[in-house]
């Protein structure tokens, strides 16, 4: 990677960083502030809010590939008119789920389900807040895909610690120094949201709109919004993905709180919450890569192929030691994050990070995919598996057997995985750089597993700031014997 893609790369991991960090220490405290249920109704809300932002489309992928491909020119327009053609259309879908909300809180109340400390009256209350904190959500888009596009992830993510300092931790402070309601944490980051939205739109017009903006708002007119349908094709595809993706995610919430039980979705929350912490590697790289693709694909097939497979390797080095050691281990680390021992959060863990570690592991195929238009695949990838999916979760949740839904998720990733890198492979490279991937996934597997089980006998015995001491050294040997197999591999298929 070039010096300026691995800036952005750290700034991506800095901004993705600092969000999970901020989230995960404030969970013990939302814990205690609002309960297991209030923890559960913001896990809802994370649910929601995912399958609402569908509305947008895959407008923000088809927007981000405009601005770098400058395809709008070929029709004529300028790209401060495509901006704001797009910007239009934001702006009205957050109006609609905002209103939307409002009138139908009635329905979104309903899937909370077996709540002791939070009547009928004061969830209604919380999902009308929730509806505009949501809407809120199309506007950050969109001016998130102007940076990304313009490559501005460094002063992006400058701003996006603000942001997620101020909506985690920074609303835990203003909770215990003024009420713990669960009311008034949305209305906290409804002003959060505004507030960064205005730091986001200052940004834009200072450095990267601006003045011929005002040149194009005047010039403007309605008939400029059909810029938009040109690109359709791609469009409709990744709608179609982020409809069928976002059930995937957030379906087993759903089935949880309306099946089981709010408390149990708080367990799961919170589970998820360190399960997902993994992934901040590949979803920081994700917003580098993907436009870096567009471009290397444009100029030559063989640097995009060159630079696919180093990044690539660079994840499997990384998630791969951490999430199998981790889930091994999901034990000592609720013990040092929450000072306890959970069973039920324990047990769940361990299965969610073999589903965030399978799930990493698609972010590098998914982006050349979406770059080279290759979209098909998902698509129906997804048509096959989901049903099978969303089965599988009713019969687990009406069971009540939590531990499954997990369980479930998990063997979902596992194929999503084996499938997309088999279509990726054989279509760009070969089989036998397939079978390689396949061996260096592998071989860090097995050889983390028994690094990880020669160390949970000795974290039985270990004390909380123990064990957080020998976490880091336990997981980087791990990832010096990957490195160590993954050269012998390189070597051997020479």
């Known amino acids: 990677m070039s010096k300026k893609v691995q800036l952005r790369v750290a700034a991506n991991l800095f901004g993705k960083s600092s969000y999970s960090i901020f989230y995960l220490l404030s969970i013990p405290y939302l814990k205690d502030l609002l309960g297991v249920d209030g923890v559960g109704v913001i896990g809802l809300f994370v649910s929601l809010q995912v399958i609402i932002l569908l509305l947008e489309g895959g407008m923000t992928s088809a927007f981000i590939r405009g601005l770098v491909n400058k395809h709008y020119r070929s029709q004529g327009y300028k790209a401060e008119q495509y901006i704001l053609s797009y910007g239009i259309v934001f702006i009205c879908i957050s109006l609609v789920v905002g209103l939307g909300m409002t009138l139908c809180n009635n329905i979104i109340v309903s899937l909370f389900s077996n709540s002791q400390l939070y009547t009928a009256d004061e969830l209604f209350s919380v999902v009308r807040v929730m509806g505009w904190v949501i809407s809120c959500q199309f506007i950050i888009l969109f001016y998130e895909a102007i940076f990304i596009a313009n490559e501005k992830q460094i002063p992006l993510n400058f701003l996006n610690v603000f942001y997620s300092f101020s ?54 007119d309605l008939k400029k919004l059909s810029v938009i349908k040109y690109e359709r094709s791609f469009g409709r595809d990744m709608f179609y993905i982020s409809i069928l993706s976002a059930i995937a995610f957030q379906s087993d919430r759903l089935f949880i709180s309306k099946n089981i039980s709010l408390y149990y979705l708080g367990i799961y929350n919170i589970a998820y919450a360190l399960a997902s912490a993994p992934t901040l590697f590949t979803s920081s790289l994700y917003n580098v890569v993907y436009p870096r693709l567009i471009k290397l694909g444009r100029e030559s097939l063989f640097d995009s192929i060159v630079f696919f497979k180093k990044t690539f390797d660079i994840i499997i080095l990384i998630i791969v030691p951490i999430c199998i050691f981790s889930s091994i281990n999901s034990g000592a680390i609720i013990y040092i994050w929450m000072g306890e021992v959970q069973n039920d959060v324990s047990k769940t863990l361990k299965y969610l990070i073999i589903a965030t570690l399978f799930l990493g592991l698609q972010v590098i195929p998914y982006s050349l995919q979406i770059a080279r238009e290759w979209t098909k695949l998902t698509v129906i990838m997804n048509i096959i598996l989901l049903p099978i999916l969303l089965t599988s979760y009713y019969i687990m949740s009406v069971n009540n057997y939590f531990y499954g839904i997990s369980l479930s998720w998990m063997l979902y990733n596992i194929l999503s995985f084996l499938i997309m890198t088999s279509y990726i492979y054989i279509r760009a490279l070969s089989i036998k750089d397939l079978l390689k991937v396949y061996l260096k996934v592998s071989l860090s597997i097995v050889m983390t597993a028994i690094i990880g089980f020669v160390f949970k006998g000795y974290f039985v015995e270990l004390s909380r700031l123990m064990l957080l001491v020998m976490f880091v050294p336990a997981i980087m040997i791990c990832m010096s014997m990957s490195s160590l197999s993954f050269l012998c591999i390189n070597k051997m298929s020479k």
């Open 167 to 220: 909506r985690t931790l920074g609303a835990v402070f203003v909770l215990l120094y003024i009420q713990s309601d669960l009311i008034i944490y949305f209305y906290l980051q409804l002003i959060i949201n505004i507030i960064y939205i205005l730091l986001l739109h200052s940004y834009s017009w200072l450095l990267l709109i601006r003045k011929s903006f005002i040149n194009a708002l005047r010039e403007f």
